[in-house]
């Protein structure tokens, strides 16, 4: 089965900080997402990347950045962290030409203090 | 672009009652549609898919949703649940045909199950 792993399950930074969201895949997929789930909004797309060092803004990018240094590895990245950045992570990936085989990770629930 | 709209912001039902939660969706191309379950402080959890063929399809625990391309919906029913069926429910759509397709969901539907 193809996994999708978050580093974290549970984070709390201060305001400000920089912080890093990892998520590595192991089955060679091509694209990979990162979304944030809230309460009455579901799921909103921050980020993807089609491939290696390739990346396209989602529907919510403010206040995000990503790395795609490695095809396995998709690093969401908070440069300076508020408090309405709280929310549930969720990263996934999919092979390029199948858009039906999504796999997510367990999620990184970040709280900002 | 795709997008979704799930109807119903919170559904409760009975235990044994039937229920159906609704979702429309637009799109300029064809689609895939997907339904996602959410247990209390789980991930996500694939309950079914349509692809093509069949408009009516079957999923895990008993759900089954129903394509209509004419009304642009893909609803989705139980006729009995279960107590342990009390979850967060995301509709989702993507893309059939374009390469490097994103998936789109809806708000989600909080099935209240109550005894």
């Known amino acids: 089965d193809v996994k999708v792993t978050q580093s974290s399950r549970y984070l709390v930074k201060r305001t400000g900080e920089k912080v890093f969201l990892e998520c590595v895949q192991d089955m060679d997929h091509e694209n990979m997402f990162w979304y944030r789930q809230d309460p009455g909004l579901g799921l909103r797309l921050i980020y993807f990347?089609?491939?290696?060092?390739?990346?396209e803004k989602g529907d919510i990018p403010e206040g995000y950045s990503v790395s795609r240094e490695k095809k396995e590895r998709f690093s969401l990245i908070l440069e300076s962290a508020s408090t309405n950045q709280t929310s549930m992570y969720l990263c996934?990936?999919?092979?390029?030409?199948?858009?039906?085989?999504?796999?997510f990770g367990s999620g990184t629930r970040l709280t900002v203090v | 672009a795709q997008s979704v709209t799930q109807l119903d912001s919170q559904v409760p039902v009975f235990e044994e009652a039937p229920v159906e939660l609704r979702c429309n969706y637009s799109?300029?191309?064809?689609?895939?549609l997907f339904w996602y379950v959410q247990y209390p402080n789980q991930g996500l959890q694939l309950l079914l898919k349509?692809?093509?063929?069949?408009?009516l399809v079957k999923g895990i625990n008993g759900f089954e949703a129903e394509f209509n391309k004419s009304q642009t919906s893909f609803h989705l029913r139980k006729p009995s649940v279960h107590i342990s069926d009390t979850a967060e429910y995301f509709c989702?759509?993507?893309?059939?045909?374009?390469?490097?397709?994103?998936?789109?969901f809806g708000e989600g539907t909080q099935l209240t199950v109550n005894p």
């Open positions: 799109s300029s191309v064809s689609v895939y």
């Open positions: 349509y692809l093509s063929g069949s408009t």
């Open positions: 996934a990936s999919k092979l390029d030409r199948e858009n039906y085989g999504y796999t």
């Open positions: 989702a759509v993507s893309g059939a045909e374009t390469s490097g397709s994103r998936l789109t």
């Open positions: 990347s089609y491939d290696v060092k390739m990346k």
